[in-house]
């Protein structure tokens, strides 16, 4: 919270080896899916990938998107996969986490960044939270010099993606 109001923060660059820092956010994320009863399923590169980023910020960005994936999910699975790509003319790296949940109204798309926005649901498995999780996310990540889309559908499950240089580039 601090950090989403001073929007301050400076982050801390370190080499990253993804195919252990992923499965490591796998195991921490493992409790809650299945306690939910969902799958967590993954897809790494195969080749290592070494990224200069900072690790606690990227591990807090996909916690909350990984959170929400299973919040808004009742039955299926989550996917976290990762790929090189190139980004901004050099190559990066995209994380993408995918799930079969009640993904998102083509309305609520265009407020999803938005402060506070949080979509009604129709079921009576209706969720706590504040709609401040992805405008944090989205902040950080630009930080980081990258960038967060993603693709839903109402019903049928939501995918959000990141993208992100290999190599920190101050401007
Ligand atoms: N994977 C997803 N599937 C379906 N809807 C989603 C998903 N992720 C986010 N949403 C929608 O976007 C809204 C905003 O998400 P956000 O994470 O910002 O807030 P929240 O989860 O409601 O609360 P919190 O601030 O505690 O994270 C959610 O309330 C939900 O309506
Ligand atoms: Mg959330």
């Known amino acids: 919270m601090a950090e989403l109001e001073s929007d301050s923060f400076e982050p801390e660059f370190e080499l990253v080896e993804m195919t252990n820092f992923l499965g490591e956010i796998k195991k921490l994320m493992s409790p809650s899916v299945m306690e939910k009863g969902l799958e967590l399923r993954s897809e790494f590169a195969s080749a290592n990938l070494l990224v200069q980023t900072d690790k606690s910020r990227l591990q807090h960005i996909l916690i909350n998107i990984i959170t929400n994936a299973i919040k808004y999910t009742e039955t299926g699975s989550i996917l976290l996969a990762y790929k090189a790509v190139y980004f901004q003319r050099r190559l990066g790296i995209e994380i993408s986490i995918e799930d079969t949940g009640r993904g998102m109204s083509e309305e609520f798309q265009k407020v ?60």
């Open 112 to 171: 999803l960044f938005r402060e506070f926005s949080r979509e009604e649901s129709n079921s009576e498995k209706d969720q706590q939270g504040t709609g401040l999780g992805m405008v944090i996310v989205k902040r950080m990540i630009e930080k980081l010099g990258g960038e967060i889309t993603f693709e839903s559908q109402r019903d049928a499950g939501s995918r959000f993606i990141i993208r992100l240089p290999l190599r920190f580039l101050k401007k």
